[in-house]
């Protein structure tokens, strides 16, 4: 009986593995026939403007996306119950997409980004040596300006100097300049080089993202519908450098989630989450304040009123420190926003004037109403679409799990969220008063920078356990995304045409 289960077992794990090999090519399969259909469609798309073909070229490009569109069916069904590749399945055509049909420059700030990653490991005076068809002044807006900037023969021969962009970390560029290097060496056109930059920063995200699903112990399909936001794959297909921000914050704020369900928590996993909140907070600065995420462990042993006192005391000790720095500091960060918290009237005044005169802005833009520099307005419907799947997947969960953040927690998690939002806004002051010339209200703000800053609320509001959909609500809502990405492409094109 022995040697009969034992050969029983080999059996069953040789047909798992089969299975599993199975999946991944069926996978690669789908993801060549979105590199091909997604990149002959851009092609033929361009070359229509330049006057090269007609209407007619777009009939095989629209065969192959019916051919992923049903590849896409029969896999969805084949996955239902794998939110990980079901995750992939409408990431990488969506950056595909997003990478190449958005064009370059058009996304919010990313000419400086763009500069900092052409010219990554040179210094010239303070300055970036880019070329002249990738200055500020020079970035195509329609798809017949990018035909002729990509047909440019010797396009890195004509350099110009930009002012240096000093926002981010360099090594948050270091992928796509190092992309760009190769590419430089293999004189491809330095146009062609920064859309495959996108394409490649895209992919990474698609990759982080199905790791960080998997990471979290329930809730698996909220988050893949978070990590599908418009906005968020729009940013995450460009040369912006909160492609690793967003990737390493939200990557914090889950593994925090992993370890706050578990009931001990090996040595490793502490380096693990140390290691990430400094990436986090070096990364990007503004997100500092979810380092305090920590002092969720610290109080675990606690319950009813000794956690009530702990948190109360908490509180306080941050308002003293705060207090002290705001009353105290006189350095060169954020001088305007320090003057403004001095006045906690006027202050309180700004901060209400802005919820209320920008807040919708913010929403909109979060929730990908506005794409490429924000002048893009895609249908409103898909918009709502999109925030009525993000709340209604938060009812239904198919793992089993305890609660992510437990009660009294959770009031910490969320008050934690909104004291850094509104820091977030003080830290654009000195902008609004000297670029946008406005003082009652704070401007320079976008719904882009509050992912990390969402996703805590959102899974604390996650009702694990209460109702099982054996996969359907997975299916469902990737069917809406794919509907979603797919109306929004036509308001993209159309734009550049």
Known sequence: MTAISTFGAHVSASVKLDNVKRDWLFMFAYFATSLLAIAMLFTNVLEYKAGLVGKASMVIPALLLACLLCEFAFLARRFSNDVQKVFLLISVPAVLAFGLFIIPGTVPDEHAHIAQALDLFGRHS??????????????????????????????WDSMISCDRYVAYLDGL???????????????????????????????????????????????????????????????????????????????????????????????????????????????????APLALLWLVFFNRRLSGKRLLAAYLGIFLVCCALAAL???????????????????????????????????????????????????????????????????????????????LVRGVDKVFVCVLCLVNLLLLVLTMRGWSLEVDKVADYILGIQGRYFFPLVL??????????????????????????????????????????
């Not at 604390?460 to 054996?470: H, I, N, Q, V, Y």
């Not at 996969?471 to 929004?488: D, E």
């Open 126 to 155: 303070g300055s970036f040596l880019v070329p002249k068809a990738l200055g500020p002044d020079s970035l195509p807006h329609t798809y017949a300006d990018l035909y002729a900037s990509i047909s440019t023969p010797d396009s």
């Open 173 to 287: 560029y270091a992928i796509p300049a190092m992309v760009i290097s190769v590419l430089r060496l293999l004189n491809v056109n330095a146009m062609v080089a920064v859309i495959i930059a996108r394409v490649v920063n895209g992919v990474l995200f698609c990759a982080a993202g199905y790791y960080i699903i998997r990471l979290l112990p329930c809730g698996k399909t909220a988050l893949m519908v978070f990590l599908l936001n418009p906005m968020l794959v729009q940013q995450e297909a460009s040369l912006s450098a909160d492609v690793l921000v967003n990737i390493a914050a939200i990557a914090f704020v889950v593994y925090f989630l992993k370890l706050n369900s578990q009931k001990e928590i090996a040595r490793k996993e502490w380096l693990i989450f140390a290691a990430l909140t400094v990436v986090m907070a070096l990364a990007k600065m503004m997100f």
């Open 325 to 403: 720095v705001v009353v105290f500091y006189r350095g060169p960060l954020f001088p305007a926003s320090f003057a403004l918290m001095r006045s906690p009237a006027e202050c309180a005044r700004v901060l209400a004037s802005s919820i209320w005169n920008v807040g919708p802005f913010w929403i909109d833009s979060y929730l990908g109403k506005y794409l490429a520099a924000l002048n893009l307005a895609t249908w409103t419907p898909c918009v709502y679409v999109y925030l009525v799947l993000q709340v209604v997947v938060l009812f239904y969960n198919d793992e089993d799990c305890s609660v």
């Open 456 to 497: 805590l609320p959102l899974c604390c509001m996650l009702r694990p356990g209460k109702k099982r959909s054996e996969g359907r609500v997975l299916v469902t809502s990737a069917a809406l995304l794919v509907a979603v990405f797919s109306i929004n492409m036509i308001p993209v094109i159309t734009f550049y045409l």
